[in-house]
Structures are given as C-alpha cells and as structure tokens.
C-alpha cells in the first residue's frame, strides 16, 4: 500500500529534551512538509523540502530542525529552543505544485 | 501574500440536508490550485475536492461540488444530501503553480451534522 506513515503516534517530552517524529513515504513523491496544528486552529508550516538535501524554513521553523537524507524521509527534531511544542504534528508529501497527502500526524506533549 | 479566509468558523446542518462552507482567498496570480480538505476527528487530512484555478467548470466529487468564483476569488463548498460521516473539520487551502511550492490554509470551519 502506498502511503505516508509518522511515528509515533504520541510522543512524550520532558523539559530541556530533544525528540524526534519521523516521517515516511512511498509515494514516489519529491516534496516533504511539516505541519503544526494547534487545538482549534489551521496548519502552520514549519519547513518543507522540494528535494533530497535541501530543505527551506517555514512560517514558524524556530525551534525546530529537519533533515533530508533520503527522498522517502523527512524527520522533524523539536529541539529545547522550542519552548511550547504541546501541539499535532503532521507530515505530508507531494509531487510539486500538486496535491498534497498526508499522514496520521503525532500527538506531542511535554511532561 | 496569499491568504485564505474561512469566516464560518462553525457550521451546523440536519441529515440529508444541504450546507454550503464559504472560503474566499487573496492572490495576485492568474494560475493556481484550490482544495477543500476534511479532518474528521481521527485527524487525519482527507482530500474533499480540487479545482483548478484555469478551468471554468466547477468540480464535483459525488456529493461535493464546489462553487468557484474567481473574479470574485470565492470557492465555496457545497455538501449535499449530508451524512454522519461528513462532521468533521474543513480547511480551503490555496496553492500557487509558480512560486515556492507552499500551500495556504484557512483557519477551518467545523461542521456539525444533526440526526
């Protein structure tokens, strides 16, 4: 099945802690996003890459850092500079300029 | 910059029933994508339907149909014969053919479905 999967789907952070959420596809797919989503509110982007090694900054990147080693993952590290990282994350692939997919997301909370 | 606006930010309907979710967007382009995407409370992204900005006739997906105005720069979504299944959130979403690959979000409008 093609598909996009993140893991996992909670993830837990304790203060001063570095965690990261992975992100997979095998759509064939060239582009990579990040999203943020709030309660009650639309998706942010946080960084996004077009193509295997390079990666540009989104509307809210601070705090966060992404690499892009392999063009079927795309790995989010939300490091301890990004005081209230309590949120949804969601990754999502595409051909460019075309539809978006996405995955499952991840739940992340701090302790 | 573009930018996507949703001013329902919730929306209620009786099964069976019509509703109609209103989205209008800001660009300078002459060229770009609209969607309609679904997330119900799995929160999962599901796409709902896509229009291209070059084409006059609107976009149908079964039940959804979608009302695109663009000198008015309007795109609304119509849901017909609404189902239990249809509560969820919808985002409008924008997307330029030329630029920076991103896509722009509204800020969503909750819709409610009434047995």
């Known amino acids: 099945d093609g598909g996009i999967t993140q893991s996992p789907k909670y993830l837990f952070r304790k203060e001063g802690q570095n965690v990261t959420l992975s992100c997979e596809q095998n759509?064939?797919?060239?582009?990579m996003y990040w999203y943020r989503q709030d309660p009650g509110q639309g998706l942010r982007l946080i960084y996004y890459?077009?193509?295997?090694?390079?990666?540009q900054k989104g509307d809210i990147a601070e705090g966060y850092s992404v690499s892009r080693e392999k063009k079927e993952s795309f790995p989010l590290t939300v490091t301890s500079a990004q005081k209230n990282p309590t949120a949804f994350y969601l990754c999502a692939s595409s051909i460019p300029t075309r539809v978006q997919y996405f995955g499952p997301g991840t739940r992340l909370l701090v302790l | 910059a573009q930018t996507v606006t949703q001013s329902q930010p919730e929306m209620s309907v009786q099964e069976a029933e019509t509703v109609t979710l209103s989205c209008t967007y800001d660009?300078?382009?002459?060229?770009?994508?609209l969607f309609w995407y679904k997330q119900p409370p799995s929160r999962q992204m599901i796409l709902v339907i896509r229009q291209e900005a070059y084409k006059q006739q609107n976009a149908t997906e079964n039940r959804f149909s979608v009302n695109f105005q663009k000198a008015a720069k309007s795109f609304s979504l119509k849901i017909s014969d609404s189902q239990l299944g249809d509560a969820a959130m919808y985002f409008c979403a924008y997307r330029s053919v030329n630029r920076d690959d991103k896509i722009i979000f509204g800020k969503g409008t909750r819709l409610h479905i009434l047995p």
């Open positions: 660009t300078s382009e002459s060229d770009y994508y």
């Open positions: 890459s077009q193509i295997v090694n390079d990666f």
């Open positions: 759509l064939n797919h060239d582009a």
